[in-house]
């Protein structure tokens, strides 16, 4: 059974702070997505990446895939409120659409 | 492009009684996913249809969960009777195989309680 454990399950920070969440796995996955998800609404789709070692930059948001495509990181530079959310991960493998989601980590930045 | 639509938003029942949730996925997706999401936790994924056919219902618990789509577009999930435990936020999402990697949007979901 492929896993997907996320680190830290909670975060509390100041806005301003830099933090980073972490989605490992014993399983190598061919592509790792990551989601924010806002009370009431459904998972929105912050960025995928698919090549081992690979950084993708959004705005504020710096997203690694491991070298070996067990793993993944998403930082976030001078956290603000509106980053608040569960961040999920989520992996896909033997090139199927299945995915498979990460334990999840809750965030909360305060003013 | 509007983005997958579902209703309705919220829906409280009493135990044993049907429920239904219906699912429009964004326009051209062939591939729709039904997924329950509990507090705080990740997507589980119930059903996967490619078109009109259910390609992974492993995950459903065909007791009393079912689930359609007529056409190959729109979906319905239901489930008779409901119980306590099923008590979550059910999310629709859709996806092209004509495009990888595969990524799926997500609706807004459907809260559940079942008192």
């Known amino acids: 059974t492929q896993l997907l454990e996320q680190s830290p399950q909670f975060l509390s920070i100041q806005e301003g702070e830099n933090l980073t969440v972490y989605c490992n796995s014993s399983?190598?996955?061919?592509?790792l997505q990551w989601y924010r998800q806002e009370p009431g609404e459904g998972p929105v789709l912050l960025v995928t990446v698919v090549t081992g070692g690979e950084v993708k930059k959004l705005k504020r948001l710096t997203f690694q895939f491991g070298d070996a495509r067990k793993d993944s990181s998403l930082h976030i530079t001078a956290a603000q409120p509106g980053d608040t959310g569960l961040y999920l991960c989520a992996g896909t493998s033997d090139n199927t659409d299945k995915l498979i989601f990460g334990t999840g980590t809750r965030l909360q930045v305060f003013p | 492009e509007a983005g997958v639509v579902q209703s309705p938003r919220y829906k409280i029942i009493e135990k044993k009684q049907p429920v239904a949730f219906w699912c429009n996925p964004i326009s051209g997706h062939n591939t729709l996913y039904w997924y329950r999401q509990n507090l705080g936790q990740g997507p589980e994924l119930l059903i996967r249809y490619e078109n009109e056919e259910a390609v992974d219902d492993s995950q459903l618990p065909k007791d009393r969960f079912s689930a359609e789509r007529l056409k190959g577009v729109d979906s319905t999930l239901k489930i008779q009777p409901a119980e306590l435990g099923d008590s979550a936020v059910y999310l629709c999402a859709s996806s092209s195989v004509d495009r990888q990697p595969y990524e799926q949007y997500f609706g807004p979901g459907t809260r559940l309680t079942v008192t």
């Open positions: 399983s190598v996955f061919s592509s």
